[in-house]
């Protein structure tokens, strides 16, 4: 699949852990805007290419037919304007171009020249299919652009009527009424690419609401939801932030990673337990190992093999010289408050 922005500029690499996690925060982001739309240049500019590359692959971000209104010359990076289709006989083989006053025509790729997409038609077909409801039910429009109904599940031998909604707080009058003539209170579930707690300040609170990126994943290249039952059964905690803390560490062996929380093995509880200790001063992997109870040493990649984003987010490493430290945002937090 050619997800390259610029073939000969990008080499794509499988994508990482981290790159993985962040698709669907980054969905989500957009998902709550009125446009769910990236210019090309803010997918060039964000250094962040094979994030946006990834959620091409999968399906999640899509390019427009619609060109960018400007795009910065990509050779002198001074000068901006439109780009427009390049003639057939152009000597670039790339499909755009556009034109700088110092460097000329600059040839462009269409995910160069054409905005990015994110479609929430697609994202909701996308969640009734990862929840196998798209055999039974064709997912239908509610509130256009706002909320859709994906389909009925069973839960606990309870039905439920499953609805996807973005933007929810701006149209609360409107989603309220909708759900409601499909669903009696108690039998709906909402899941939202919004932040739980503005909905629920927007006319909301009764309803069961569970946010999309604490529940979706994506693995390799398919969308998988995941403790949707928790959540509707009240098991999981809904997170209400994008908080990421080591609060909840030792009360319930947890970590926050934008809210979500992240359950851990004892092996990293006491890897991590030990950073903390130390404050964010370096730890020398002989001592880690003598914690764990390694004689031999330890690999970290054994260790950390399910857990790459925990180790991302909280420990600093110094491979050369086999230290390890709490990242100092993270030093200095008791992590064993759980009031808040
Ligand atoms: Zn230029």
Request: hydrophobic share 40%; charged share 20%.
């Amino acid at each position: 699949m050619m997800s390259a922005i610029h073939a000969e500029s990008v080499s794509i690499q499988p994508p990482t852990a981290a790159i993985v996690d962040r698709s669907m925060t980054e969905v989500c982001r957009l998902l709550e805007q009125p446009l769910p739309q990236l210019s090309p240049d803010a997918i060039w500019l964000s250094g962040d290419i094979p994030l946006y590359a990834h959620m091409r692959d999968i399906g999640l971000l899509s390019l427009a037919n619609e060109l960018a209104d400007s795009v910065l010359c990509h050779e002198c990076c001074q000068e901006s304007s439109k780009p427009e289709a390049a003639p057939p006989n152009a000597e670039f083989a790339e499909p755009y171009q556009v034109y700088c006053s110092t460097c000329g025509w600059v040839s462009l790729s269409a995910g160069q020249a054409r905005m990015w997409n994110v479609s929430p038609v697609k994202v909701a077909r996308t969640l009734a299919s990862a929840l196998g409801l798209q055999a039974h039910y064709a997912s239908t429009v509610l509130v256009p652009d706002a909320l859709w109904r994906l389909g009925e599940i069973e839960i606990r031998r309870k039905r439920h009527t499953v609805f996807f909604g973005r933007r929810l707080p701006d149209n609360a009058t409107d989603v309220r009424s909708a759900i409601r003539n499909l669903a009696a209170p108690g039998a709906e579930i909402v899941i939202t690419s919004g932040d739980v707690t503005s909905a629920l300040n927007a006319a909301l609170a009764d309803m069961t609401l569970v946010p999309l990126r604490a529940i979706a994943h994506i693995r390799k290249t398919q969308l998988v939801l995941e403790n949707l039952e928790a959540f509707v059964t009240g098991v999981l905690d809904v997170p209400v932030s994008n908080e990421t803390s080591l609060r909840l560490l030792h009360t319930k062996r947890v970590v926050l990673i934008a809210g979500v929380p992240h359950k851990i093995s004892p092996q990293i509880y006491d890897f991590l337990s030990l950073l903390q200790k130390h404050d964010g001063d370096e730890v020398h992997k002989r001592r880690i190992a003598e914690a764990l109870g390694f004689e031999e040493g330890f690999r970290r990649a054994d260790i950390f093999k399910r857990h790459k984003l925990v180790l991302q987010t909280f420990i600093g490493t110094d491979d050369r010289n086999g230290y390890y430290w709490l990242n100092p945002e993270f030093a200095g937090q008791e992590g064993g408050d759980e009031s808040t």
